[in-house]
């Protein structure tokens, strides 16, 4: 997004909201705000799940396997392999 405007500022295009009160300039530190909370954002979810899959390996639990749907599946692939 940033690169964008930095293109059209460059040719010249100027970005006007008169009725938020919004300039080029003005909307380049409100295009850096959001940006850094949203980088800020990913982040935060990138740790909260890292140390919930840390979790649940500690539990002996893999990540994003219903531990109850996992042991059906994997009993009935073994009564398939019995059966052949």
Not at 12 to 36: E, H, N, Q, S, Y
Not at 39 to 48: D, G, H, L
Request: proline content about 2%; glycine content about 8%.
């Amino acid at each position: 997004m940033r690169q964008v405007v930095s293109e059209l500022s460059a040719r010249g295009v100027r970005l006007v909201a008169p009725d938020l009160g919004i300039d080029t300039l003005a909307g380049r530190l409100v295009l850096g705000i959001i940006a850094a909370l949203a980088e800020y954002n990913r982040e935060s979810i990138r740790e909260r799940s890292a140390v919930g899959i840390a979790l649940a390996k500690d539990l002996g639990r893999r990540p994003g396997v219903d531990e109850a749907k996992f042991t059906q599946v994997k009993k009935c692939l073994e009564r398939q392999c019995q059966c052949t």
